[in-house]
């Protein structure tokens, strides 16, 4: 699925250093899991979770429910429900809501000017060839501080990245590392997508990365920039 700050284009890189040490039987969790781009190439014991109503709302129609997603939407309806949540379905919402610029919530309609694209079937293929591999996922939808995680888990963070992240947003970046040092004591072998980390955490891997955030909050633009994945070691 398109997603702001999807990390399908890492996951080969990334996911053979997550797994390097898993247990048969040991959870792997992502308190982040958005679009569902890394928790997909992933098999057995899983948690996936994201603070996000309406998207949460959506993957468990699609995965539990066999929902089937409408292959179209007109730029009316999408207006509608975005300026009249209640009169639909969280899950209709959520599936709706991130077919738009840049995979950003209800951030525009996609139309192609040219008319080559069919953006609502991209989207629908692309949800729809993830399901088979998301099937035994277990779904939670709180904020990161409030999961509850096995003993023992291989923990995947790729949170709201703190250069692009507004201050509106509210996400407190010093209290979710310390999170990250609290887990890492507990035993959890926990690993974050960031660009940069305090001087306690120490980068495991890193690759030049064109990113399409915005900055500060304001949108556009591209900016040269290293994706890294770090993990605690003071
Ligand atoms: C960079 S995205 C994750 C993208 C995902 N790894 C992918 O490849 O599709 C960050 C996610 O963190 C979620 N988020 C923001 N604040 C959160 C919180 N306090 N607890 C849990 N999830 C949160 C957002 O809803 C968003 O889906």
């Known amino acids: 699925m398109k997603y702001m700050g999807s990390k399908s284009r890492f996951?080969?890189?990334?996911?053979?250093i997550l797994l390097k040490d898993r247990e048969n039987d040991q959870y792997y969790v992502?308190?982040?899991a958005g679009g569902m781009n890394m928790m997909d190439k992933v098999s057995g014991n899983r948690i996936a979770n994201d603070a996000h109503?309406?998207?949460m709302a959506m993957w468990c129609a699609l995965i539990y429910d066999n929902w089937n997603p409408p292959s179209f939407v007109s730029e009316a309806?999408?207006?509608?429900?975005r300026d009249n949540p209640e009169a639909f379905k969280s899950y209709e919402r959520g599936y709706?809501?991130?077919?738009?610029y840049a995979g950003k919530w209800f951030a525009g309609y996609r139309r192609d000017k040219e008319g080559k694209r069919d953006y609502w079937r991209e989207h629908y293929n692309n949800i729809k060839r993830q399901i088979p591999f998301l099937k035994g996922v277990e779904l939670r939808n709180q904020s990161y501080l409030e999961l509850d995680i096995p003993e023992n888990s291989i923990i995947y963070c790729d949170p709201p990245y703190e250069a692009?992240?507004?201050?509106r947003s509210g996400f407190d970046h010093v209290k979710f590392w310390e999170w990250c040092r609290e887990k890492s004591k507990e035993g959890h072998q926990v690993f974050i997508s960031e660009y940069r980390a305090p001087g306690d955490?120490?980068?495991?891997?890193?690759?030049?990365?064109?990113?399409?955030?915005?900055?500060?909050?304001t949108?556009?633009?591209?900016?040269?920039?290293?994706e890294r994945l770090f993990v605690y070691q003071p």
């Open 77 to 81: 309806l999408y207006l509608d429900m």
């Open 53 to 55: 109503q309406e998207l």
């Open 96 to 100: 709706v809501g991130f077919n738009s």
């Open 30 to 32: 992502e308190p982040f």
């Open 201 to 217: 955490f120490y980068c495991v891997w890193e690759r030049d990365a064109k990113s399409t955030f915005s900055y500060n909050g």
């Open 164 to 167: 692009t992240t507004s201050y």
């Open 11 to 16: 996951a080969k890189d990334l996911l053979p």
């Open 219 to 226: 949108s556009g633009g591209t900016k040269e920039s290293k």
